[in-house]
């Protein structure tokens, strides 16, 4: 039921009928017995600077969640960023302080994480093999780093995209200890797929199957197909999977916490 009292909060999108965070969003708000309502905002980026600024003046806007194709232009739009917005140079929650403050964090890395250790692969203390230098992984990378992960490596096609995130994350912790190198799973603990490749049927495999190893993990970031090909030949080769949508399931409780300004 939306009162007088109902907090409201928003997925800024275009196109928005895909997204699926209204109803995520909505049954979690009643399972937490929150008074708030998420509703979809068809924006375009060319409005999107006006439509912001008239958000930042909505006394009962809580948030509101940034998706395709808007997450860096909100960046430059925000007041404040948190460390992993600042350090990937994009956005996907803003939370409305009282004052019309707008406050922006990046949770596809500590939703990431979250989801890791939900499925109890804790990362800390570990060694990572990250495939991919786009936007999850640099947001990912941050979050490995944050968790106290042993050793990252990055490889990426372009591999200038690779030292670019490693530079970012070592000026927030310089203590991590980050390289970037082709894609071998030779002694990692643990391998994260962060490219676009196994989106499709006919994409390349981001590694080489062959050389994985029973003791490993493999974690897919990508959500359709849910059992990509990489994860149907890490598991015959006896490995052990966590699926993408690990990744969402968090992000969603996340995203939530940061628009309330408090755990549920
Ligand atoms: N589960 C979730 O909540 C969640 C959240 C965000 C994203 N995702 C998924 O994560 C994936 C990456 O998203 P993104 O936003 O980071 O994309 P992005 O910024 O476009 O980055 C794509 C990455 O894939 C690599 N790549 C693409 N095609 C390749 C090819 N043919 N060969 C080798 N490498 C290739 C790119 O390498 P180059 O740098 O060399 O181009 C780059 O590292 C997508 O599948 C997306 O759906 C999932």
């Known amino acids: 039921m939306i009162t007088g009292?109902?907090?409201?909060?928003?997925?800024?999108?275009?196109?928005?009928?895909?997204?699926?965070?209204?109803?995520?969003?909505?049954?979690?708000?009643?399972?937490?017995?929150?008074?708030?309502?998420?509703?979809?905002m068809h924006v375009a980026a060319n409005d999107l600077a006006d439509v912001v600024n008239?958000?930042?003046?909505?006394?009962?806007?809580?948030?509101?969640?940034?998706?395709?194709?808007?997450?860096?232009?909100?960046?430059?739009?925000?007041?404040?960023?948190?460390?992993?917005?600042?350090?990937?140079?994009?956005?996907?929650a803003v939370r409305r302080e009282a004052d019309g403050r707008l406050v922006g964090e990046m949770f596809d890395g500590t939703g990431f994480v979250s989801g890791l250790k939900s499925q109890g692969h804790d990362p800390a203390g570990k060694r990572v093999l990250l495939l991919g230098s786009g936007g999850a992984a640099g947001a990912i990378a941050y979050a490995l780093a944050q968790a106290g992960v042993g050793h990252l490596t990055i490889a990426n096609r372009t591999l200038s995209k690779a030292h670019a995130?490693?530079?970012?994350?070592?000026?927030?912790?310089?203590?991590?200890?980050?390289?970037?190198?082709?894609?071998?799973?030779?002694?990692?603990d643990m391998v994260v797929n962060a490219t676009s490749l196994g989106m499709r049927e006919d994409d390349a495999l981001p590694i080489d199957t062959q050389l994985l190893q029973p003791h490993q993990v493999v974690a897919e970031i990508i959500m359709k197909p849910e059992f990509t090909a990489l994860l149907q030949q890490a598991q015959q080769r006896g490995c052990t999977i966590h699926m993408g949508r690990h990744m969402l399931d968090q992000q969603a409780r996340l995203m939530a916490e940061f628009m309330h300004g408090s755990a549920f």
Not at 167 to 180: E, G, M, N, T
Request: hydrophobic share 45%; charged share 15%.
């Open 5 to 40: 009292t109902t907090r409201l909060y928003a997925i800024v999108a275009d196109p928005i009928t895909q997204v699926r965070t209204p109803e995520v969003l909505n049954n979690f708000f009643a399972a937490n017995g929150h008074d708030g309502v998420l509703v979809p």
């Open 54 to 92: 008239g958000l930042r003046h909505m006394k009962n806007l809580g948030g509101f969640i940034v998706t395709v194709p808007h997450k860096t232009a909100l960046a430059a739009l925000c007041d404040e960023l948190g460390g992993a917005a600042r350090s990937v140079g994009a956005v996907n």
């Open 165 to 188: 995130i490693i530079s970012k994350v070592q000026a927030h912790f310089p203590d991590a200890r980050l390289d970037a190198a082709a894609a071998d799973p030779a002694g990692f």
